[in-house]
C-alpha cells in the first residue's frame, strides 16, 4: 500500500523568505510523486512530478522539489514567498501498475499563508 | 480546449434524493477518476476508469455509482443522498503512464 504524510497543516511564511514544505512517502515499488496547488474554489494544478529521471525536479512558478530516496521525502520549496503563492498544497504518490497512475493517493494538504 | 469539464458548480440535496454529477474531457483521455475533498483528510478516490466499459472501486465507494459509455464522459451518481456526502468532489483525466491528472473545477455538494 502506498500512503503520503505531509508534516503541517498550516505553514506562514514571510513575503521573501524561504517555502519549505514537507511530504514523506511510503511505497513498496519505486513511486510516481507530484505536488499540487489548489487556490481558493478552483481544481488542482499541478506543480511539479517526479517519475524516476532527475532527483530534483524543478516546476511552475520558482517550486522545486527533491526526491530523497534515503530519507522516502519529496520536499516542495521556493527560495523566496511570493503573497500569490498562498494556496493549498497536495503532495501525491502513485506508483505504475498495469495502467499508469490513474489511482493517486494524496496527502491531506498544507495551507501556505504568506504574511506580508 | 475545455480541458475537464465538471457540472453542475454547486448542488444542494435533500437526504434520500438521486442525483447525477456531470464530467466531460476533451482530451481523449483514457483514465478518469472521482475524488472527494473533505476538511484535513485530502482528496480521496472514490471510483475511477481505465477506459470505456472498464470501473473500479477505489478508497471509498460506497454510495456511488459510476459508469463509462464514452471516453469522453464518467458521470457519478449518489443513489440516496446522506450527510456525509456533503464534499467537494473533483473529477479528473489522464492519458496515464508518467503523466499527470488533470483535475476539473470541482462540485460542491450539500446535502441537508
Known amino acids: 500500500a502506498q500512503s503520503v504524510t505531509q508534516l503541517g497543516s498550516h505553514v506562514s511564511v514571510s513575503e521573501g523568505a524561504l517555502v519549505l514544505l514537507r511530504c514523506n512517502y511510503s511505497?513498496?515499488?519505486?513511486?510516481?510523486l507530484f505536488w499540487y496547488v489548489q487556490y481558493p474554489n478552483q481544481g488542482l494544478q499541478l506543480l511539479l512530478k517526479?517519475?524516476?529521471?532527475?532527483?530534483l525536479v524543478k516546476g511552475i512558478n520558482g517550486f522545486e522539489a527533491e526526491f530523497k530516496k534515503s530519507e522516502t521525502s519529496f520536499h516542495l520549496t521556493k527560495p523566496s514567498a511570493h503573497m500569490s503563492d498562498a494556496a493549498e498544497y497536495f503532495c501525491?504518490?502513485?506508483?505504475?501498475?498495469?495502467?499508469?497512475?490513474?489511482?493517486?493517493?494524496f496527502g491531506t494538504g498544507t495551507r501556505l499563508t504568506i504574511i506580508p | 480546449n475545455a480541458g475537464v469539464t465538471q457540472t453542475p458548480k454547486f448542488q444542494v440535496l435533500k437526504t434520500g434524493q438521486s442525483m447525477t454529477l456531470q464530467c466531460a474531457q476533451d482530451?481523449?483521455?483514457?483514465?478518469m477518476s472521482w475524488y472527494r475533498q473533505d476538511p484535513g483528510m485530502g482528496l480521496r478516490l472514490i471510483h475511477y476508469?481505465?477506459?470505456?466499459?472498464?470501473?473500479d472501486q477505489g478508497e471509498v465507494p460506497n454510495g456511488y455509482n459510476v459508469s463509462r459509455s464514452t471516453t469522453e464522459d464518467f458521470p457519478l451518481r449518489l443513489l440516496s443522498a446522506a450527510p456525509s456526502q456533503t464534499s467537494v468532489y473533483f473529477c479528473?483525466?489522464?492519458?496515464?503512464?508518467?503523466?499527470?491528472?488533470?483535475f476539473g473545477d470541482g462540485t460542491r455538494l450539500s446535502i441537508l
Open positions: 479528473a483525466s489522464t492519458p496515464g503512464g508518467t503523466q499527470p491528472q488533470h
Open positions: 511505497s513498496s515499488v519505486p513511486p510516481y
Open positions: 517526479y517519475t524516476s529521471a532527475a532527483t
Open positions: 501525491a504518490v502513485s506508483y505504475a501498475l498495469n495502467f499508469g497512475n490513474e489511482k493517486l493517493t
Open positions: 482530451m481523449n483521455h483514457e483514465y
Open positions: 476508469s481505465v477506459g470505456a466499459g472498464i470501473t
